[in-house]
Each structure stands twice: as structure tokens, then as C-alpha cells.
């Protein structure tokens, strides 16, 4: 049995009662990884020199019994768009190759004092820009369930490394989905926070009003202790939230009696598999013996989000993407006679096709004459979709439906057409765009795949999510299941 | 018929500092076409009298004390960068010989 079955408590405890070093765990992650990498390629930088001189560093002060925090020397994998110091941060793009971050994201640090083990930085399509982990620049990660078919995306090296057992637990970004949906595709509970419940800085930006960073772990108690651990306001980030940081563990009570979840017709409706939709109705069944009701809603502007995402995630992402022009740091094109010529042939040689096509898209929004059109129209768009959410929120608790309409698709499938490989994304982005918090937990499996649970809650209300997922995850099996290797 | 012209696609990637090839112009110009009608489905909604979204938190003016903090060392900001002498980033010529 792998290490990393076990609960960041039960794995706290052992290093505490001198069952287990931290050099154990260290050992783990790099055994494991050794064995199953060349499968998965869910890792784009190792950092095993470092994990191994802090490991031992570690079981040194364990050895003099120093008291330690809940998440001291557990093993974790970062998404490559988290900037780390002296640790190669790319986001999965040419133009980042051999980037060397000066500074450490708010999160990272965070991570520093939790005393966490940075493993490496995971694979991811480049920028956050996509479904499935095949617009990385260096390599697709494969599904560890079966690895012929993706992982999802964008964090899908965060999904599939938790999933395959090379690391405890680990960090990933979600704009559109992109913690949400590679969870439910490889099996692990993944959660977006509030926007503004943790610190943005340091994550190189796709789209800043929709961005987060959150936590992919493999139960959902890991997952309220990852949370606490990277949560709350920042300086540096003037678009955190100044709200208090509740132990959400605490909200882990197994009691979900009266519990009012709304379950919206949108969300079980055309384009959803039967597979998904019949694992939720289980799911409702399952919290509906705990004794909580449920009953159906509307989000009558569902159907827009897709379009409204587009515009603004592009438009956002057209700005933030300036930054990449060859002056201050990543890939600088040769030989251009000029400043200008030097900006577009770097960015024409540095940037993959999905990036270029979303600049392009944004830069279009964006001009003069379409702005009101284009860009005006998917904010306004954007404030009909947040009303639908309030006006839910303000009867029901919850608001349950499948994360994905399908389990993962195979690698290669959806490539050809852009809004094919959008659609996967139909039931996570309006969560994005109302700002709301959302968690993808195991429901089910279809032909040996996962299926993903999707609770979303009101704005800082992860507590409720967390008990609602708590209590399925207690009552049900699927997070005892391992993908075999 | 496209709704976007070759000329405009072209002037896209002016603004967006994107170098482009003949070919990748015609490709791009199907994509964003296809991209835009797609968005056009937003033309079904009346939203004459809704306000825009730009921060789904009711935060706004987030200020903080205006205290001098000493930056980073010059030459850890110079590390990354592809050029640079004395202190200084050095980039191509930016006038037009």
C-alpha cells in the first residue's frame, strides 16, 4: 500500500509517534515516480536535490521533538504557472523555457511555512489555456485510470500526479474549470475557491478576474487542510478578499441533516452523458438518505456562460500575455532588425496555436469598434449569470450537478475543432464567472473512468461545500479506489 | 463570406505584437470567424438596461499605506533577462534606420 493512501492526519500522527521520516515520504514520491513517470508524464521539472536536503532538515527537528504544523513534510507538486524560486516555472510554453522566478508566490510561501516538500512543477496546457494537457509545449499527461485518454486540463499534471500516487496532494489554477474537471477525469477531489479567498500573486495571470489557485488532493479532509493552509488576504494581491479563513476542517461533521441543495435542470439537460447524469441522481439519493432535500431549479442563463468565457477570458488574457515580448525575461527571437519586428517574431516563435488563437480573439474584443459589441456585451452577459446564482443561493444551501458531461475523452479526439474540446467545460464556467467556490468529488466511474460530483456554494461558503462532500465521500467508496499502473 | 477580412485579421495581429504568415492569417481568419459567431449568440439577450460585471466582489479603491519598501537586487531583476549591460535591459534598435 502506498504511503500516500493514507489522510494527512493519520500521516501527521506517524511522523509524530517516529513511525515514518520524512525522507520516508520523499522516498515515496520519487519511487513512485520513477516507476510510473514515463506512463503519466505528469511532471515537467523535478526538484529531488532540494526535497532531499529539506527532508532531512526536517527529521533532524522531528528528532529533537520540535511540534510541528498539520502539513509539515508532506510531499506536494505544483502547477508550472505558480512561480517559484530557483525552481524553473514555464507554464508548458516555449517562451518560458528556462525561466528562473526571482520570487515565490504568495501561495508558495505559504507553502514554505506550512513546511511542506516541493516534489516539481506539473504539466499543464500552456497558459491554462485548455481541456486536456495537450497544449503543453512539452508533453501530453495521460489519464493514470487509462492512459490513453487525458487527464483534462488545464491542471492536469496536478490532477493525474495526486491520481497516479506520485505525490500527496498538490496546487492547480482554475479560470474556466480547470481544477474541477481534471479532478472528476482522474478521480481526485479537487476544489476553485471563492475568487479572492486565496492570494493570486505569483500566479502568472490567464484571466485575472476569473483566476484561482486551489487545492487537488485525494479525500476531502486533505483537501480542507490544503485550503487553510494556502487561504487569505494579501497585500500583494489587491483582489484578495479581507475575510476571515474559518478552519473548514471543523466544518467536516458528517451532518448534512435538512441540508437544501438545488439541483439545476440546466446542469442534467442536452449534451449531458447518461453516465454522468445518472451518477449525480445516485449522488442525490446517497444525501438525500443522509437527510437533506433536494429539489430542481433553473440557471436560465446557462447556456450563454460558454460564450460570455470566451470573450472575457481571452480579451483578459490578451493584455496579461503582453508581458511576454523577449525584453525582461523567457525566449527572445534572433536577429530582428527592430523592437517591433523583435516583439512579434519572439511571440510568433514563443506561444502554441490555443494561445495565439485566444490572443488573437481577445485583441479582437477588445479593438476599437467591437469593444461594446464583443467585449461590453460578455459583462453584462457575465452580471445576468451571477443573478442566477443569487437568486438559488438565496433558497438553497448547495447547488449539485455533474463537474463534466462526459467522463475524459481520448487523447487526439477533440483536438480538430476548438469548441468541441470548450464544451467539456459547459458546467464549471459559470462557477468562474459568478465568483462562487466549487469542488469536483469521485461519483461514479463509466467503462473504468471517473465521474465527477460538483457542489458549489455561496461566495466564502467553502465550509458547507467541504460538509456536503465530506458526507457523500463517508458514505461511499469511490475515493478508496486506486487506477492501477 | 468571412466576417472578418484578411486586413483585419492582419490588423489583429499588429495589435496583439503577433508575427503571422500568410497562411496562418487564412486560418485564423476561420477561427475567428467561427469563434465570433459563436459569441453572437449573446444577441438573443436584452442587456439595454444590465450593468457590466468587471469584479464579482464588492470591493473597490483597495489601498494601502504609501511606505517606501526596497526592491529586488539589480541583478537578480537582470537574471532573466535575454540582454543586458550595465545594469540595463538592451533591446534592438527601436528607431527606424
Known amino acids: 500500500m502506498s504511503l500516500f493512501e493514507h489522510k494527512v492526519s493519520d500521516l501527521h500522527e506517524r511522523l509524530h509517534k517516529k513511525e515514518l521520516t520524512v525522507t520516508d515520504l520523499v522516498n515515496e514520491s520519487y519511487e513512485r515516480i520513477g516507476q510510473v513517470e514515463s506512463q503519466v508524464k505528469a511532471f515537467l521539472t523535478l526538484d529531488e536535490e532540494r526535497a532531499r536536503v529539506k527532508a532531512k532538515e526536517l527529521d533532524e527537528r522531528l528528532a529533537r521533538g520540535e511540534q510541528s504544523g498539520m502539513l509539515f513534510g508532506l510531499p506536494i507538486g505544483v502547477k508550472d504557472n505558480i512561480v517559484t524560486k530557483n525552481l524553473r516555472t514555464t507554464c508548458a510554453s516555449k517562451i518560458l523555457e528556462n525561466f528562473d522566478p526571482i520570487y515565490d508566490a504568495t501561495v508558495a510561501q505559504k507553502l514554505n511555512q506550512a513546511e511542506t516538500i516541493t516534489i516539481g512543477k506539473l504539466n499543464m496546457d500552456e497558459f491554462a489555456m485548455g481541456s486536456s494537457n495537450e497544449n503543453s509545449a512539452y508533453q501530453a499527461t495521460r489519464n493514470p485510470w487509462n492512459t490513453d485518454y487525458v487527464p483534462g486540463g488545464s491542471s492536469g499534471g496536478s490532477a493525474a500526479s495526486v491520481a497516479a500516487g506520485e505525490v500527496l496532494f498538490s496546487l492547480g489554477s482554475d479560470t474556466g474549470g480547470s481544477i474541477r474537471q481534471p479532478a472528476a477525469y482522474c478521480g481526485v477531489v479537487g476544489l476553485k475557491p471563492t475568487y479572492g479567498r486565496v492570494s493570486r500573486y505569483g500566479l502568472v495571470a490567464f484571466a485575472s478576474s476569473l483566476d484561482q489557485i486551489g487545492p487537488i488532493t485525494r479525500t476531502v479532509e486533505d483537501n480542507a487542510y490544503l485550503l487553510e493552509a494556502i487561504s487569505g488576504v494579501d497585500p500583494m494581491d489587491s483582489t484578495s478578499a479581507n475575510v476571515q479563513v474559518p478552519s473548514f476542517v471543523n466544518a467536516l461533521t458528517g451532518d448534512v441533516k435538512g441540508l437544501k441543495i438545488a439541483v439545476p435542470k440546466e446542469y442534467l439537460g442536452e449534451g449531458v452523458s447518461e453516465a454522468a447524469r445518472n451518477s449525480v441522481l445516485a449522488a442525490l439519493k446517497v444525501l438525500e438518505g443522509l437527510g437533506a432535500v433536494w429539489e430542481e431549479v433553473s440557471l436560465p442563463h446557462s447556456k450563454y456562460a460558454l460564450a460570455a468565457y470566451y470573450l472575457l477570458s481571452s480579451s483578459e488574457a490578451s493584455a496579461n500575455l503582453q508581458r511576454f515580448d523577449g525584453v525582461r525575461y523567457g525566449h527572445r527571437a534572433d536577429n530582428a532588425e527592430n523592437l517591433i519586428e523583435m516583439y512579434k517574431q519572439t511571440r510568433a516563435e514563443g506561444f502554441g496555436d490555443e494561445v495565439k488563437r485566444r490572443i488573437m480573439l481577445g485583441t479582437f474584443s477588445l479593438s476599437s469598434g467591437y469593444y461594446d459589441a464583443y467585449y461590453k456585451k460578455a459583462q453584462k452577459v457575465r452580471t445576468l449569470i451571477k443573478q442566477d446564482f443569487e437568486n438559488v443561493f438565496a433558497k438553497y444551501d448547495v447547488i449539485i450537478g455533474p463537474t463534466t458531461p462526459t467522463p475524459a475523452f481520448k487523447i487526439g479526439e477533440n483536438t480538430a475543432d476548438p469548441l468541441t474540446m470548450y464544451a467539456n467545460d459547459i458546467l464549471t464556467i459559470p462557477v468562474n464567472l459568478a465568483g462562487v467556490p466549487g469542488i469536483s468529488i469521485p461519483c461514479g466511474f463509466s467503462n473504468g473512468l471517473p465521474l465527477g460530483l460538483q457542489i458549489i456554494g455561496k461566495h466564502f461558503d467553502e465550509s458547507t461545500i467541504y460538509r456536503t462532500a465530506h458526507a457523500f465521500e463517508q458514505a461511499t467508496e469511490f475515493h478508496k479506489q486506486f487506477p492501477k499502473l | ?97
Open chain 2, 1 to 97: 463570406m468571412s466576417r472578418i477580412s484578411m486586413e483585419q485579421v492582419k490588423h489583429v495581429a499588429h495589435l496583439a505584437r503577433l508575427g503571422i504568415t500568410e497562411q496562418e492569417a487564412e486560418k485564423m481568419q476561420k477561427e475567428l470567424d467561427l469563434m465570433i459567431s459563436f459569441a453572437e449568440l449573446l444577441n438573443e439577450l436584452d442587456t439595454e438596461e444590465v450593468k457590466p460585471t468587471f469584479h464579482v466582489l464588492d470591493m473597490k479603491n483597495v489601498m494601502r499605506e504609501d511606505i517606501p519598501q526596497k526592491g529586488l537586487p539589480i541583478e537578480e531583476v537582470l537574471r532573466n533577462a535575454p540582454d543586458s549591460k550595465d545594469g540595463h535591459i538592451r533591446v534592438p534598435s527601436i528607431m527606424e534606420k
